[in-house]
C-alpha cells in the first residue's frame, strides 16, 4: 500500500498562492495522482489530477486557470500550485491516488490510496 504524505498548506489572505506537496512511499510510475478537497459541510470534491505516464493533467470548473498539477517522477512527488486564492477555496485538501491505473473520471478519478490532508485557509 503506498503511503501518501501532504505538506504546504496554511493560511494565506484572498488572492495569495499556496504550493501544496505529496510524496508518495512508493513508486507511482503510469498511476495517477490528484487532490481533493472537502469544505465544513460540504461533501468531498476532485479538483486536479495528473496521469503520471503522459501527464495529462485534469481540472475541476472552478480551479481551471487558477491551479496547475505537476509531478516530479524522481521524486514520487505530486504538487498543486494553488494561485488568485478565494475564500471558496478554504478546505482540507487531500493527495489521492490510484497507483497503476489511469486516470478514469479525470480529476474525480477512484482512488485507491489517501493522504491524511492539509488544511488551506484563505481570508477575505
Known amino acids: 500500500q503506498v503511503q501518501l504524505v501532504e505538506s504546504g498548506g496554511g493560511s494565506v489572505q484572498a488572492g495569495g498562492s499556496l504550493r501544496l506537496s505529496c510524496a508518495a512511499s512508493?513508486?507511482?510510475?503510469?498511476?495517477?495522482m490528484g487532490w481533493f478537497r472537502q469544505a465544513p459541510g460540504k461533501e468531498r470534491e476532485g479538483v486536479a489530477a495528473?496521469?503520471?505516464?503522459?501527464?495529462?493533467?485534469y481540472y475541476a470548473d472552478s480551479v481551471k486557470g487558477r491551479f496547475t498539477i505537476s509531478q516530479d517522477g524522481a521524486k514520487n512527488t505530486a504538487y498543486l500550485q494553488m494561485n488568485s486564492l478565494k475564500p471558496e477555496d478554504s478546505a482540507m485538501y487531500y493527495c489521492a491516488a490510484r497507483i497503476g491505473r489511469y486516470c478514469s473520471g479525470g480529476y474525480n478519478f477512484p482512488p485507491d490510496a489517501w493522504g491524511q490532508g492539509t488544511l488551506v485557509t484563505v481570508s477575505s
Open positions: 512508493g513508486y507511482t510510475v503510469n498511476s495517477c
Open positions: 495528473i496521469y503520471t505516464w503522459s501527464l495529462s493533467t
